[in-house]
């Protein structure tokens, strides 16, 4: 029978020890990385949390002295300034109608979008495949994208419904929106 030397035992002791060692170093590596990337990722999200508090958000609104006389307004209804408010032509009756920009919205601050602002194009529009983008629906209301950034120029986009009067003026389609959203429901 043959018995390790005393160096052999602690050879062999401290081989093991070693091994162990290089064991809790490799799992405890892994775990840091683990903790690194959830880290990441929680400062990822408290970065669009705090990025979504105090974002823009331009709506178009009503305005006006009564029911029967409202007129449009951009309204920042968001937590920040928005810039560079601006809305692709309106196609509608063969015209084509243009919402002034706005350069600086502040929070919660209105622009009254006047008549004499908006510009309509009295020559008659020909129709050209596949931009019926901004085309009204079968209920005359038109699918509309405000455009607009923040300080960091991040871009937005809202999506809103207008409509046509028989007057020829825009009217934001609150109750039609909410008539057809109760129908598809």
């Known amino acids: 029978m043959s018995f390790f030397t ?77 810039f560079n408010i601006k809305i692709p032509q309106i196609k509608s009756q063969g015209r084509l109608i243009t919402l002034p920009p706005k350069s600086l919205l502040q929070q919660g601050d209105i622009f009254e979008i006047r008549n004499d602002m ?5 020559e008659s529009v020909s129709e050209k495949p596949g931009s019926d983008e901004m085309k009204p629906d079968e209920f005359g209301l038109h699918d509309i994208k405000i455009f607009y950034e923040d300080a960091e120029r991040a871009q937005y986009i809202t999506d809103e419904r207008i409509c046509t009067l028989e007057s020829g003026q825009l009217s934001k389609a609150e109750f039609v929106k909410s008539v057809l959203h109760t129908e598809d429901s």
């Open 6 to 82: 005393m160096n052999e035992c602690f050879t062999i002791i401290s081989v093991m020890i070693s091994g162990f060692t290089l064991l809790v170093l490799v799992l405890t590596l892994r775990k840091v990385g683990e903790y690194t990337k959830e880290t990441h990722t929680l400062v990822l999200a408290a970065q669009t949390q705090t990025r979504n508090a105090i974002r823009p958000i331009v709506i178009l609104a009503l305005v006006g002295p009564d029911n029967n006389d409202k007129g449009l307004a951009y309204k920042n209804i968001g937590y920040g300034p928005a």
């Open 118 to 122: 908006i510009q309509v194009s009295n």
